[in-house]
């Protein structure tokens, strides 16, 4: 399978956020319209799909690229930003039945940014991204399972510091009665104990970066029973 989508919108005229900051550090927000000016945003993105008998399994490649030009105002001063990101992604994904399945995907990312005001600092960098996951089915009704999710992304100019996080989940999960209606599993999730809430925006004037709480390591014991009339 091969497939390609592309799209394109364009606003004139459009609403955008200025901000006035006084001599004390006050700022007031408001919503403008910004005559004589255009944001647009740009999408395109090629899929390419093989599947592979002989394996049992699933070949994935694609290419995305997008991008926009938006605006903002700081202090009556007009700010252009400009953002592109540029993807590859590479992912296989199988199984055979009553004995495993299985995935994975690795994603490289590069980041393009830049703006009129102080175009002296640049937010270019990169990321990669990557998930795996496998469950293998052993006699006994026994299940084990396990999967994995990586994040990084570069430090720039504006933030000097790089995110990098590996969470691994993994559980043991018994099926129990002759219908196997019945499951008692034992978990760990996040066994590394990294996840970390990270969050990086550019739009506008603002470029903003955030870490905040999230659920961290923890473990767990299950007993789950499907039933129905």
């Known amino acids: 399978m091969i497939n390609i989508n592309a799209s394109y919108g364009i606003v004139n005229n459009p609403i955008v956020s200025s901000v006035i900051t006084d001599a004390s550090g006050a700022s ?5 319209n910004l005559v004589g000016k255009s944001t647009d ?18 070949i994935s490649l694609s290419f995305t690229y997008n991008g926009s030009d ?9 700010n252009r930003r400009n953002y592109q990101t ?43 991204e990557g998930q795996a996951g496998i469950a293998v089915y052993l006699p006994g009704k026994v299940e084990i399972r396990t999967d994995a999710v990586y994040n990084y992304q570069s430090k720039t100019e ?27 599993a034992i978990s760990g999730n996040d066994i590394f104990n990294q996840n970390i809430g990270f969050s990086r925006v ?16 923890y473990f767990m014991f299950t007993l789950a029973w499907d039933f129905s009339k």
């Open 158 to 184: 504006v933030f000097t510091n790089s995110y990098e996080a590996l969470i691994i989940n993994a559980s043991v999960v018994k099926k129990i009665l002759k219908n196997e209606s019945l499951k008692m």
């Open 41 to 58: 945003n740009f999408f395109i993105r090629a899929d390419f799909n093989k599947q592979v008998k002989k394996i049992n399994s699933n």
């Open 28 to 32: 007031v927000y408001q919503f403008i």
């Open 70 to 78: 938006n605006y903002g105002v700081s202090n009556y001063v007009v």
């Open 86 to 128: 540029y993807n590859v992604s590479f992912g296989i994904t199988g199984n055979k039945s009553k004995a495993y399945d299985y995935n994975f995907r690795l994603e490289p990312k590069v980041f393009r940014s830049n703006s009129t005001l102080q175009s002296q600092l640049s937010n270019n960098g990169n990321g990669l």
């Open 202 to 217: 550019s739009s506008g004037t603002i470029i903003s970066q955030s870490t905040y709480d999230t659920i961290s390591r």
